[in-house]
Structures are given as C-alpha cells and as structure tokens.
C-alpha cells in the first residue's frame, strides 16, 4: 500500500492536467512520471536514499 497509493495519485494528478493533451504526450508523461517513482523506490530500497528524506 505505501508504493501503491502515491502511484495512483500521481497517474490521477497526470491524467487531470493532460486531458486536453494528445494521447502520445500523455503517455510519454505517464511512462517518464512512473520511471520516476520506480526509480526513487529501487534508491530507497537500495540502501542510496539520503537519510534526511526518510521517515
């Protein structure tokens, strides 16, 4: 559930400001947000992620 519901907010947030945007723009910007999260969680997992920013 921790991975799950800001996913879903931010491909809700996307959605929300590109409904007047082509259906390949709102792609690419679902695919570059999502890169973004799966690559903040693999850091945070990792062990990479700067003390400062966790709970």
Same mark, same amino acid.
């Given at each position: 559930?921790? @991975?799950?519901?800001?996913v879903?907010?931010?491909?809700?947030?996307? +959605?929300? @400001?590109?409904?007047?945007?082509? +259906?390949?723009?709102?792609? !690419?910007?679902?695919?570059?947000?999502?890169a !973004? @999260? !799966?690559? @903040? !969680?693999?850091?945070? #997992?990792?062990?990479? +992620?700067?003390?400062?920013?966790r #709970?």
């Open positions: 559930m921790e @991975i799950l519901i800001p879903l907010a931010g491909v809700t947030l996307i +959605w929300l @400001i590109g409904r007047g945007a082509p +259906w390949n723009a709102r792609l !690419v910007t679902l695919a570059a947000t999502l !973004v @999260i !799966v690559l @903040i !969680v693999m850091l945070e #997992r990792g062990g990479f +992620w700067p003390d400062a920013f #709970r």
